[in-house]
């Protein structure tokens, strides 16, 4: 097994080629871009800024509108936000926003540029549960504001699935630990190894702190019943963490069965892949017509050569061997794996939090809580289930403490 | 594949095409020249030779470029001065082009330093084989000032210079006249006077194009310094057609014979050149950037301009668009054309709202809703801006409407 393919990001552009990437952008009078973007970074601004050579400005664009901006670039579904609206598609295609974006933000970072600044303190303190993208971003922004900001995170290291979760190849370690430094440059004094509800409580927070957010995340593997105690099977955000953790000491058979057609479950299937795993079969409830995940992800893990079977439910297992029905025609399927790796969704778990969920997520819509000192953010907010839109809530909800609390003592 | 007679007579030379290496080093030795013609170009301007004592001493680096977004050399600045190789190296490199190549059209560059290094020169290029003598009157680079552009500004040192050429050879000859001047005129009737028997133009225009700026020198940087010196490329190509059209249009000048020189990188360049009165065309920068072979599309593309044009030979085009040139006070100002915009076609991007609003007349106003502009056409001056940075051509011209008060009627315009 060789882990240089699983962390080999794909090329980014260079001088030249942003430049004429730039050059396409028609330089829109009302950039709908713009309008798209969840976390308002104003890509017309920053392509605009490109295109006239100032590349010290475009990075300020973005890094003080989204203080995860170079993991944006590489993340974000543009072609649901920003590159969706791009009036250059009725000529051609969409101008590559989340490249142009990576560009600059490299950029900027080989310029050691420091864009964001601690604001004056204003007395007042917030706690943040969970350091995900949505609590990273509402960290910065409190920041600026001039909070005080202690963020409990209960893994030992900061980022949510931005961490433990997105593969290396399409999103480097050292890019978010250098996002999370600056986070913390600013100020944010995050303790590590703590989970909120059980080694400290909510009320020693709301004691020391003027609010508290919970930024919690659906950090935890959902399951099937069928699948209760099989040593074979292991979550998908399970083994994506273990593999970002330490990929060359993962240990893998040449036979996998994946189960799942979401986003997570193609991450799972291409890391596998790229890890040089044999043989890897995906068996989809969906079929390939109402698939969860997107086409670009779907196009990538079909090109690594994973046999993608849609439209099957698992009906019994045996130890390492599982049974599947067709949803709609009498068809039947047996597999033998040597390991099953289960992509069936997240959960959250927010055991001595005091907040109430559905679904997953807030019964209302907005951060405020029955509590009036405790809101939520992130993916437990309702929303798009998304970096960029937990950027978005994460700042969206700084900015409703900031209105609450008035940002005085 | 489309055939058609390229060929054509400059200066009782019969040219097979009218494209050349212009002087410069892309004509710099047997090598190049030999490939070039091979390659189908119909002449060469051999790089410039200097008499014997002169010696050519170049920088490094020498060259910089201009560029616009991912464009590179939309401009090109050289440092470079005449051949860097012997005189009787060069003279022997014309002698085997000429045995190798009898029906191609050899052009020798040269560059005296006074009288007597002129006359001898344009001897030596003669009894080389050379066809014909392009002087060069016009190089701003030169580390003496009794040569290049600071010659090709004096009238009467022209004068003096052609005299002698003349008087040194039998060949046909043009002076190669430098744009850095405000009237080719004087320089070029100056050398018609001396004995030239045309016009070379445009030589290199002098330039700055870009500074380093943490190091606050000009490009290129030599041991800490730089110089202006000549411009070349695409970018010229408005100034070199400017001073062909003024020549041409000179009382005495009529008939000028002109090789026309300055950003020439395709067919419709070529064809803009000859319609001002070009008979020959010659290229530098296009050929240092892309190569030799560019000689095959400029030839294709100018027969099938012949073709649709309905003529035979190449001669039949020279000067046709020199007498439509007109002074500004002489140009019909009693109408505008208004712009129409083709909402079909229109993608929405308000590009012309932003430039009518920040540089015209304020005359487009935006739908929000539809993202679509529409002209005001009492505002509209018709300046048709809009229409220039419209990126999918959604605007043409539209009505054509009479000043208040003119006489003359809207349907009588030649939009
Ligand atoms: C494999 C995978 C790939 C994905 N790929 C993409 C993608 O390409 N693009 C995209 O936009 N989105 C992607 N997503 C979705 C995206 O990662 C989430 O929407 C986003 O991370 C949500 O951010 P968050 O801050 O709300 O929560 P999370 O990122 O889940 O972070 C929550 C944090 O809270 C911590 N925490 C939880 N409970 C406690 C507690 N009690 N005490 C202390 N700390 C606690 C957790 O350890 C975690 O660090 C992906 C998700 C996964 C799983
Ligand atoms: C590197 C370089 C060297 C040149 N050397 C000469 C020269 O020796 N003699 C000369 O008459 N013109 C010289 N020129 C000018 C060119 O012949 C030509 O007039 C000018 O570059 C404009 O044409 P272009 O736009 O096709 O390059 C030189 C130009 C360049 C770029
Ligand atoms: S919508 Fe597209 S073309 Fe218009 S400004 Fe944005 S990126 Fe450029
Ligand atoms: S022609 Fe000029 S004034 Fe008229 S709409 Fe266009 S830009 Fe405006
Ligand atoms: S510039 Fe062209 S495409 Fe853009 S809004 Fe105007 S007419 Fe439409």
Redesign the interface.
Known sequence: MTIEKYQQEAKGYTMTTVMAEAARCLLCHDAPCSAACPAHTDPAKFIRSVRFRNFKGAAETIRENNALGSICARVCPTEKYCELACTRTEIDCPINIGGIQRFVTDFEQNANMDILKKGPANGLNVAIIGSGPAGLQAAATLLTLGYGVDIYEKNEKAGGYLTYGIPEYRLPSDIVDVEIQRISNLGANITYNVTVGQDITMAALKADHDAVIIAAGASVAKTLPLFADNPYVQSAVDFLAEVKSNPAGVDLPTNVLVIGGGDVAMDVDTTLKLLDVKNVTDVVYEEFAEFKASDKELAGTQKQGVTIVDGYVPTAVNGNTVTFKHRQLNSELTIEADKIILAVGQQADVTNLGIELENNELTHGGFHTADPKVFVTGDLAQGDKTVVVAVQKGKQTAEEIHRVLGGQN | MIKKDLSIDFMGVHFENPFCLSSSPVGNCYEMCAKAYDEGWGGVVFKTIGPADFEIDEVSPRFDELTK???PFVGFKNMEQIAEHPLEENLADLRRLKDAYPNKVLIASIMGTNEQTWEELAGMVEAAGADMIEMNLSCPQMTSHAMGSDVGTNPELCKKYCEAVKRGSKLPMMAKMTPNITDMVIPAKACMAGGADGIAAINTVKSIANVDLDRKIGLPIINGKSSISGFSGKAVKPLALRFIQQMRDAEGLENLPISGIGGIETWEDAAEFILLGSSTLQVTTAIMQYGYRIIEDLTNGLMHYMAEQGVEHLSELVGLANKNMIPAEKLDRDYKVLPYIDWDKC?????C??SCFDGAHQAIT?D?AT?RPTVDPDRCVGCHLCKLVC??DAISAGEVVMKAGRVGTAASKQI
């Open positions: 977004e991912d464009t993608i929405g991007c308000g590009r709202l932003i935006w929000e993202r990126p999918v």
